[in-house]
């Protein structure tokens, strides 16, 4: 048994943790954090593990393996220094790799056991009996059906030889014959007259390894066929039936001619009946071999892939079995299921997964980029920040990099391993600001209710308050109190609340013009200017649009999978003429269209590009062809960005006042707001 002690209890260490509850040799000693709401400290106390905030108590000869999933070069070179020599240090990037590992082998293993497991279900739904033996003529399969049949149940079935549970079954001698036995009938020991099948079971290399035969009552089969005497009834049922699948199907007779298509067939390949009926079974491909005409060759069915057929160049995955009858081929019958819209989803999917990726990311000093003398001095100011817990005023316009300051004042604080959160003010509606905020106390119908708010949930966090303005007096004024003690109350309670949390904020309004109108407090203001940064426009430091452009280039490509390496001369000239009223905000968006606008191998972005980009809406008076990597949704999307950008821009962020300049309600424009991250 190996003792393991994990070291650190975020994401990473709790899954760690639950992973090697499942592996047998592995013993989780203890799991240590300093933050002891850590995700993995409250797995630990669920399943009775030891845990701490102090690795060296834990640090014992007995240790045979050490996770450090902390990140932090100290701790990790901490613990090398201290371990005993025979304990293995596994540093965070070789547990990340592990953690991948384990994940990935689960998942293929649950998705094996669910594959397993439908099968089963699909085993035991049908209505014929089925039972398999080994070569030892042992009972391996028995589904519920021949459970029914039989009168014995599967776990006595499992394991027997084949003449104890069917005494006049002929399996056995199929087994050794290797010959197929078709539609016999058959008494079982219960009386009941059943209709059979047995077939020989081969392995990959030709060789019998056991037989398996279906069977079905022949009270129900009888009673059928006098049921359904009519020959017509019996193929408008089959056509009832075929003509209701969603899944499109193609039948053609032995000599690949179409002889049978269903609408759904239509509809995906966008083929008529008549376009295929009587044609080749090449009729409907547009890329790769017709696998109709492959099973008709070799009689063997085909199934899983993938091929794009029709007009419409769709992408599907194709099953194809073999007609027979009697041995005789007859045709042969095949199944598209019509993977596009699948595609279409896993695409979205990936797509939200990088915006997740970009949301969760955490920026540093280093991810603000200029040396032009004020946003070094914002820097500076910033830098202060981290060594304490002052309140931090954030003051800029639109787009000029509030939202990063204050991601890289938590991340290079005291703070940095715990939660940072950022609330836009405006985007969230007052009386709903308030409840998340400081969390709800409410009677519900089976008693009292509370929902926690986000003070206590990020307790010794960071929080970022974005647009602090727009903030009701009620909000403020809770604020104000929990600056001055240290505690707050839920919206309908009357306890209160202890917590410690780093509270940074961000206006592009005039605070001052606020407190004269009154709709702020002007207590409130002088608690969260104690550290004030103003940062500068971008059209008062043009000299660091060159290091921010090569900044985002390399974030970009990644993006958009080029290799974009410099920006020419006079492109950097061009952008530097510009007064960017959006700030670094409407810069990021001018490059990723340009870049748009590029071919896929072109390694240097021209003046040519940028001024696409630029003076995009001119573009309909100018001869240009669309975007190589852009669908027309992209395309309306970066439009209306922009012009939501503009209008934000004229309206100096004022949301009401750009709602009404727009025509559209102030509930759509924080939907877009939102959409486009620009809130």
Same mark, same amino acid.
């Given at each position: 048994?190996?003792?393991?002690?994990?070291?650190?209890?975020?994401?990473?260490?709790?899954?760690?943790?639950?992973?090697?509850?499942?592996?047998?040799?592995?013993?989780?000693?203890? !799991?240590?954090?300093?933050?002891?709401?850590?995700?993995?400290?409250?797995?630990?106390?669920?399943?009775?593990?030891?845990?701490?905030?102090?690795?060296?108590?834990?640090?014992?000869?007995?240790?045979?393996?050490?996770?450090?999933?902390?990140?932090?070069?100290?701790?990790?070179?901490?613990?090398?220094?201290?371990?005993?020599?025979?304990? %293995?240090?596994?540093?965070?990037?070789?547990?990340?790799?592990?953690?991948?590992?384990?994940?990935?082998?689960?998942?293929?293993?649950?998705?094996?056991?669910?594959?397993?497991? &439908?099968?089963?279900?699909? /085993?035991?739904?049908?209505?014929?009996?089925?039972?398999?033996?080994?070569?030892?003529?042992?009972?391996?399969?028995?589904?519920?059906?021949?459970?029914?049949?039989?009168? !014995?149940?599967?776990?006595?079935?499992?394991?027997?030889?084949?003449?104890?549970?069917?005494?006049?079954?002929?399996? &056995?001698? =199929?087994?050794?014959?290797?010959?197929?036995?078709?539609?016999?009938?058959?008494?079982?020991?219960?009386?009941?007259?059943?209709?059979?099948?047995?077939?020989?079971?081969?392995?990959?290399?030709?060789?019998?390894?056991?037989?398996?035969?279906? /069977?079905?009552?022949?009270?129900?089969?009888?009673?059928?066929?006098?049921?359904?005497?009519?020959?017509?009834?019996?193929?408008?049922?089959?056509?009832?039936?075929?003509?209701?699948?969603?899944?499109?199907?193609?039948?053609?007779?032995?000599?690949?001619?179409?002889?049978? %298509?269903?609408?759904?067939?239509?509809?995906?390949?966008?083929?008529?009946?008549?376009?295929?009926?009587?044609?080749?079974?090449?009729?409907?491909?547009?890329?790769?071999? *017709?696998?109709?005409?492959?099973?008709?060759?070799?009689?063997?069915?085909?199934?899983?892939?993938?091929?794009?057929?029709?007009?419409?160049?769709?992408?599907?995955?194709?099953?194809?079995?073999?007609?027979?009858?009697?041995?005789?081929?007859?045709?042969?019958?095949?199944?598209?299921?019509?993977?596009?819209?699948?595609?279409?989803?896993?695409?979205?999917?990936?797509?939200?997964?990088?915006? !997740?990726?970009?949301?969760?990311?955490?920026?540093?000093?280093?991810?603000?980029?200029?040396?032009?003398?004020?946003?070094?001095?914002?820097?500076?100011?910033?830098?202060?920040?981290?060594?304490?817990?002052?309140?931090?005023?954030?003051?800029?316009?639109?787009?000029?990099?509030?939202?990063?300051?204050?991601?890289?004042?938590?991340?290079?604080?005291?703070?940095? /391993?715990?939660?940072?959160?950022?609330?836009?003010?405006?985007?969230?509606?007052?009386?709903?600001?308030?409840?998340?905020?400081?969390?709800?106390?409410?009677?519900?119908?089976?008693?009292?209710?509370?929902?926690?708010?986000?003070?206590?949930?990020?307790?010794?966090?960071?929080?970022?308050?974005?647009?602090?303005?727009?903030?009701?007096?009620?909000?403020?004024?809770?604020?104000?109190?929990?600056?001055?003690?240290?505690?707050?109350?839920?919206?309908?309670?009357?306890?209160?609340?202890?917590?410690? %949390?780093?509270?940074?904020?961000?206006?592009?309004?005039?605070?001052?013009?606020?407190?004269?109108?009154?709709?702020?407090?002007?207590?409130?203001?002088?608690?969260?200017?104690?550290?004030?940064?103003?940062?500068?426009?971008?059209?008062?430091?043009?000299?660091?649009?060159?290091?921010?452009?090569?900044?985002?280039?390399?974030?970009?490509?990644?993006?958009?999978?080029?290799? =974009?390496? =410099?920006?020419?001369?006079?492109?950097?000239?061009?952008?530097?003429?510009?007064?960017?009223?959006?700030?670094?905000?409407?810069?990021?968006?001018?490059?990723?269209?340009?870049?748009?606008?590029?071919?896929?191998?072109?390694?240097?972005?021209?003046?040519?590009?940028?001024?696409? +980009?630029?003076?995009?809406?001119?573009? *309909?008076?100018?001869? +240009? *062809?669309?975007?190589? &990597?852009?669908?027309?949704?992209?395309?309306?999307?970066?439009?209306?960005?922009?012009?939501?950008?503009?209008?934000?821009?004229?309206?100096?962020?004022?949301?009401?006042?750009?709602?009404?300049?727009?025509?559209?309600?102030?509930?759509?424009?924080?939907?877009?707001?939102?959409?486009?991250?620009?809130?």
């Amino acid at each position: 048994m190996q003792n393991v002690l994990i070291i650190g209890a975020g994401t990473g260490g709790s899954i760690i943790l639950d992973l090697l509850q499942n592996v047998e040799l592995m013993n989780v000693s203890a !799991i240590i954090d300093t933050d002891e709401y850590a995700p993995g400290i409250i797995r630990a106390k669920e399943l009775g593990i030891s845990f701490g905030n102090d690795w060296r108590k834990f640090l014992h000869d007995n240790v045979h393996i050490i996770f450090d999933v902390t990140g932090d070069e100290l701790v990790f070179s901490q613990l090398l220094e201290a371990k005993h020599s025979q304990t %293995v240090l596994i540093p965070g990037s070789v547990a990340n790799l592990i953690v991948q590992l384990l994940q990935e082998n689960h998942t293929y293993t649950k998705r094996i056991r669910a594959e397993m497991h &439908k099968q089963r279900l699909i /085993f035991d739904s049908i209505d014929e009996g089925m039972v398999g033996i080994n070569a030892n003529c042992e009972v391996d399969f028995f589904n519920k059906r021949a459970s029914e049949m039989v009168g !014995i149940s599967i776990e006595d079935a499992i394991g027997k030889k084949v003449t104890d549970v069917i005494p006049l079954t002929k399996l &056995k001698d =199929v087994f050794k014959s290797g010959k197929s036995e078709v539609n016999q009938e058959l008494v079982l020991a219960n009386g009941l007259e059943i209709m059979t099948s047995r077939f020989p079971l081969y392995d990959q290399k030709g060789e019998i390894v056991g037989a398996f035969a279906v /069977f079905k009552d022949m009270t129900e089969a009888i009673a059928l066929a006098k049921e359904i005497t009519d020959l017509e009834k019996v193929q408008t049922m089959l056509e009832a039936i075929i003509y209701s699948s969603d899944d499109a199907i193609s039948v053609v007779d032995e000599n690949g001619y179409g002889i049978l %298509v269903n609408p759904a067939y239509t509809r995906i390949t966008g083929l008529t009946k008549d376009e295929v009926i009587g044609k080749p079974a090449t009729a409907d491909i547009s890329e790769g071999e *017709s696998i109709h005409m492959k099973v008709l060759e070799t009689k063997k069915p085909v199934r899983g892939v993938n091929m794009r057929i029709g007009e419409n160049n769709n992408e599907v995955i194709v099953n194809v079995a073999p007609i027979l009858m009697d041995d005789e081929l007859k045709g042969s019958v095949g199944i598209i299921h019509d993977i596009t819209e699948m595609r279409n989803l896993m695409n979205e999917l990936d797509q939200a997964r990088a915006i !997740i990726r970009e949301l969760e990311s955490t920026n540093t000093f280093n991810d603000i980029r200029g040396d032009s003398a004020e946003i070094k001095i914002a820097i500076e100011q910033a830098r202060i920040a981290t060594d304490n817990d002052f309140t931090v005023l954030l003051r800029g316009e639109v787009g000029s990099g509030k939202a990063l300051f204050a991601q890289a004042i938590h991340s290079e604080g005291t703070r940095k /391993f715990n939660k940072f959160i950022r609330v836009n003010c405006t985007a969230i509606p007052p009386d709903v600001l308030e409840a998340k905020l400081f969390g709800k106390f409410s009677e519900g119908e089976k008693g009292k209710k509370e929902k926690t708010g986000l003070f206590e949930e990020i307790d010794n966090g960071t929080l970022f308050l974005d647009e602090i303005a727009d903030l009701s007096l009620s909000t403020q004024r809770k604020l104000l109190h929990y600056l001055k003690t240290g505690e707050f109350y839920a919206v309908g309670s009357a306890r209160p609340i202890q917590t410690s %949390v780093h509270i940074i904020t961000a206006t592009c309004q005039n605070l001052e013009k606020a407190i004269h109108d009154g709709t702020f407090l002007a207590e409130l203001y002088y608690l969260l200017n104690r550290i004030a940064i103003q940062i500068p426009p971008l059209r008062s430091r043009k000299e660091d649009i060159a290091p921010i452009v090569q900044h985002l280039l390399v974030k970009l490509n990644n993006e958009l999978g080029m290799n =974009v390496e =410099v920006i020419s001369y006079e492109a950097k000239r061009l952008l530097e003429q510009y007064d960017w009223p959006g700030n670094i905000r409407e810069l990021e968006n001018v490059i990723n269209r340009a870049m748009i606008y590029m071919e896929q191998s072109e390694m240097i972005l021209e003046a040519a590009d940028v001024k696409k +980009s630029l003076f995009s809406s001119n573009r *309909s008076k100018e001869k +240009s *062809s669309l975007p190589a &990597k852009s669908t027309l949704t992209s395309m309306m999307d970066d439009y209306e960005r922009s012009i939501l950008e503009q209008a934000l821009t004229e309206n100096e962020g004022n949301k009401s006042e750009t709602a009404n300049r727009l025509g559209i309600s102030l509930r759509s424009l924080y939907y877009k707001l939102d959409k486009y991250n620009l809130a």
